[in-house]
């Protein structure tokens, strides 16, 4: 069992950043896979992306590619997701997700565990 709490969301100016933060519970955090989506009202859960156990590997979606960057910390239990040049259209709440599974990663079904979300807000 996996417990997730993001935090880190907040109210920011279009082309500023946050840095999303998600502890773990459990001994087993280094095992997983841990990726990052978002849900913006009245949209379908979007994978943001995701890293590797061992952090080697990451991945993400075209639309956040070259602004946010996923890391993680196993000795701390903590994934991270570095934000940069905010856009009003990242606005959504993030979520945080754990998966046992390995390989491309990128969709909701595909995930174990999950937090309970940060909301995240980009003003202009």
């Known amino acids: 069992q996996v417990q997730l709490v993001e935090s880190g969301g907040g109210l920011v100016q279009a082309g500023g950043s946050l840095r999303l933060s998600c502890a773990a519970s459990?001994?087993?955090?280094?095992?997983?896979?841990m990726g990052w989506f978002r849900q913006a009202p009245g949209k379908e859960r979007e994978f943001v992306a995701f890293i590797t156990w061992s952090g080697g590997s990451t991945y993400y979606a075209d639309s956040v590619k070259g602004r946010f960057t996923v890391s993680r910390d196993n000795a701390k239990n903590t994934v991270y997701l570095q934000m940069n040049s905010l856009k009003r259209e990242d606005t959504a709440v993030y979520y945080c997700?754990?998966?046992?599974?390995?390989?491309?990663?990128?969709?909701?079904?595909?995930?174990?565990?999950w937090g309970q979300g940060t909301q995240v807000t980009v003003s202009s």
């Open positions: 997700a754990a998966a046992r599974s390995i390989g491309l990663v990128v969709k909701a079904e595909s995930y174990d565990y």
């Open positions: 459990g001994r087993t955090f280094s095992t997983y896979t």
